[in-house]
T-cell receptor
Framework: DTAVSQTPKYLVTQMGNDKSIKCEQN?????MYWYKQDSKKFLKIMFS???????INETVPNRFSPKSPDKAHLNLHINSLELGDSAVYFC?????????????FGSGTRLTVV | GESVGLHLPTLSVQEGDNSIINCAYS??????FIWYKQESGKGPQFIID?????DKRQGQRVTVLLNKTVKHLSLQIAATQPGDSAVYFC??????????FGAGTILRVKS
């Protein structure tokens, strides 16, 4: 069973469209994250939810809206897509009461805006 | 195919040799550090972690060294294999806070 699964794996869309990426984890973790990886492989956190509550919201355009219906799911909705949104988006989860917060990552969603 | 990220530092090693990947971190208050491996088309995968009160930790074929004086972290891979080829990231974190990733290093293993 996949621990953190994201769909879709690839997403090609035109500028101005609205799209969503879904993420589910079956690890029983309380915290989930969205990271963005740019073309230089730099990983930057976007959002973090702990048990359905938003706890980290980095400087991200408000076109990006995360939604967590329950602690096992964290979806990312993007409005009015722009060329600069093209990147690989990774979902991750962790269990904060562990001594070390190792994150488990999904396999990524490659978003291409044309 | 996926862009490899030509601006990343690259380490090329011969199969069977030892590899050392270095990382400079910024936050002297970090509680722990983690090394991740990212293979092409996959998400980062946990390799090994070390707490800030330690200076060395060993795993299977991997050793992480932490030098807090100069804020430096290294990952040593013994007897490097083709399957070790990937992008390696160090990350630093504080308990109750987010994990911050450094820029990656490409490891290429030559057979």
């Amino acid at each position: 069973d996949t621990a953190v699964s994201q769909t879709p794996k690839y997403l090609v869309t035109q500028m101005g469209n609205d799209k969503s990426i879904k993420c589910e984890q079956n690890l029983g973790h309380d915290t989930m994250y969205w990271y963005k990886q740019d073309s230089k492989k730099f990983l930057k956190i976007m959002f973090s939810y702990n048990n359905k509550e938003l706890i980290i919201n980095e400087t991200v355009p408000n076109r990006f809206s995360p939604k967590s219906p329950d602690k096992a799911h964290l979806n990312l909705h993007i409005n009015s897509l722009e060329l600069g949104d093209s990147a690989v988006y990774f979902c991750a989860s962790s269990q904060p009461n562990r001594a070390v917060y190792g994150y488990t990552f999904g396999s990524g969603t490659r978003l291409t805006v044309v | 195919g996926e862009s490899v990220g030509l601006h990343l530092p690259t380490l090329s090693v011969q199969e069977g040799d030892n590899s050392i990947i270095n990382c400079a971190y910024s936050n002297s208050a970090s509680d722990y550090f983690i090394w991740y491996k990212q293979e092409s088309g996959k998400g980062p995968q946990f390799i090994i972690d070390i707490r800030s009160n330690m200076d060395k930790r060993q795993g299977q074929r991997v050793t992480v060294l932490l030098n807090k004086t100069v804020k430096h972290l290294s990952l040593q891979i013994a007897a490097t294999q083709p399957g070790d080829s990937a992008v390696y990231f160090c990350a630093e974190g504080q308990y109750g806070n987010k994990l911050v990733f450094g820029a990656g290093t490409i490891l290429r293993v030559k057979s």
